[in-house]
């Protein structure tokens, strides 16, 4: 009982801090506007100048303001209706906040990690901790024997298909870091930062983890299973983000090639709806045989 109260208070935690911060990157506004700078490789690069992000670059910003628009319209809610499902029981609904905290994890620690040095640092800090308390809490809530009784419909191979396919999407970073290593510069659109945050979670991180899940999956396992949950539903509001990303891109008059639209939108957007229909088929399999 202590458990479940724990794991409600750092959800609502979570939500609350993430609110905060997407809403403060989302609409804050004021500063003196675009500034060019020279980084510590030589190269000019232009400031957004503006609210919470004033400090990070004119690429960066649009896409760190996307990314809220997506966390505050879209997972706050998402996270607060898996708890409300999850306290009236059900294998699925706990499946669904594990995700969830899932998501909030990445998000968090991406903010933390990846934007200039901001006054919502702390928060950005403080959502991580609390979503990963919560999500271990609610991942160790999850009855693997029960999973196992009831994925005698689970779409195994496909879902095994898209965890390969979704590793196989973050190949790309290894190609970005390989192709500026191998012309002795630094990759495209690092501007200031000292690097990339995107490549160190996606690479240290997502990309064993769908590699495990799925074979793990495809070896029949209940935790492979439970990992395909958490790692789709990811990839579908990644999707999401991706769009909304690319929404403020456009809104900010930046215009992505046809190249950085194939190579860096696309595909997540493709995963995304792919992970959508297939999270569908997931969740059906387990309801109750």
Known sequence: MKTQRLLVLLVLLTALLAGIYSA??????????????????????TLYGRGIYRHDSVLKAPIFRGTDAVTLFNAVPALLIALW?????????????????????????????????NPLLLVYIAAASASLYAF????????????????????????AVFLVLGALSLVIWIVDILGALIQATVPTNLDHYHTESTYVLDLAVLLPALCFSAWLVWRRK????????????????????VVGQTGLMIVEGLVLSVKEMALYVAPFVLLGA???ALLVSMYRSIRVQ
Request: hydrophobic fraction near 55%; glycine fraction near 14%; charge should be positive.
């Open 274 to 276: 792919l992970a959508a």
């Open 24 to 45: 403060v990157g989302l609409f804050s506004s004021g500063g003196p506007g675009e500034q060019t700078v020279v980084n510590n490789y030589g190269e000019t690069v």
């Open 85 to 117: 499902a999850a306290r009236r029981g059900g294998l699925g609904a706990r499946i669904f906040l594990t995700g969830m905290l899932a998501y909030f994890i990445y998000n968090a620690a991406s903010l933390a990690l990846g934007a200039a040095f």
């Open 222 to 241: 209940a935790a492979g299973y439970l990992l395909a949950f958490l790692l789709i539903g990811l990839n579908l509001f990644v999707g999401l983000v």
């Open 136 to 159: 271990i809490l609610a991942f160790r809530s999850i009855d693997l024997e029960e999973l196992a009784r009831r994925s005698a419909g689970f779409p195994r191979v496909w879902a």
